[in-house]
């Protein structure tokens, strides 16, 4: 593994400085508009880019078959996410873990069903593919028919609570841990956590790295790990690097989930009532 400083990403050789200055070259430029704090979306982004470097790096054996990025396929779709939404003054981080293969994968955006992506967040933008596809898990981007639950549930609550997306990023934002989607040969997904430990490990020290980062760089004060997965995560990441920043659990929308099946949605907001996060979002 790459030793570094603490909430640091390693910038160790040429050959991936060489790959973050081609991809930052795909920013926007020092004087684009970017609504409500372009300093702090591009250092964010930046973040992003880095990671990316590093884990162009790993490789992944069996049970792995086939692994997307779509912080590179998507990279269109999700910048436009960020630049939109990412600004100062946000101190609750949402995170998930990895993205699934019929939110994230398509359109670039964590927890992102289609639906929800285009039609109230208003993301737009190309959406390219990985190197190679699962024919059971084709990329399709914004056109994608297929809607994800888990991503339908998140921000269906949040269309709700705060009726305009101005409303719910004025103090949030939602990232994920990972940015990869891996799966088996027959197309099934597999989780970071269920990956072989030499490569889960090697994978996760550098997420956590980027995580550290972005708290930082965001002025985090409360990281919510949707799941518990994420939660204990995110909580191992940020004590090992002394932020000092509360970290806290709401449970995951899957609908592998016989309690959020039987209803996430009063679950979740009495939740969100009891860590007060609520009240900061009425419109």
Not at 7 to 21: C, K
Not at 62 to 69: A, D, G, I, K, L
Request: aromatic share 8%.
């Amino acid at each position: 593994m790459y030793e570094s400083e603490p909430g640091r990403l390693p910038m160790q050789d040429v050959s991936v400085d060489t790959e973050v200055a081609e991809d930052r070259s795909r920013l926007p430029g020092p004087h684009a508009q970017v609504p409500n704090g372009s300093d702090i979306a591009l250092q964010f982004l930046q973040v992003e880019l880095e990671l990316n470097a590093h884990l162009r790096r790993l490789v992944f054996q069996e049970p792995v078959r086939y692994t997307y990025n779509p912080l590179e396929y998507a990279w269109e779709t999700h910048r436009c996410y960020v630049n939109t939404y990412c600004h100062e003054g946000q101190s609750v981080l949402f995170l998930g873990m990895n993205p699934g293969p019929f939110g994230m994968a398509q359109t670039g955006v964590p927890f992102g069903e289609v639906k929800s992506v285009r039609d109230w967040l208003k993301i737009s933008g190309e959406v390219g593919h990985p190197p190679e596809e699962h024919p059971k898990r084709r990329i399709l981007g914004l056109s994608c028919t297929q809607s994800e639950v888990s991503g339908t549930r998140f921000w269906g609550l949040f269309r709700k609570l705060c009726g305009e997306p101005a409303v719910f990023f004025r103090h949030c934002f939602v990232h994920n841990l990972c940015p990869l989607i891996f799966m088996t040969s027959s197309g099934k997904n597999l989780t970071p956590p269920e990956l072989p430990p030499s490569e889960r490990d090697a994978l996760l020290a550098l997420c956590d790295e980027a995580l550290c980062q972005v708290v930082r760089t965001l002025g985090i004060a409360m990281v919510v790990g949707v799941g518990k997965v994420a939660e204990q995560r995110a909580r191992r990441a940020l004590v090992a690097a002394g932020i000092e920043v509360r970290v806290v659990g709401l449970m995951h929308p899957s609908p592998r989930s016989a309690q959020a099946n039987r209803g996430w949605e009063s679950l979740a907001m009495a939740r969100l009532k009891e860590l007060g996060i609520l009240e900061l979002l009425t419109p």
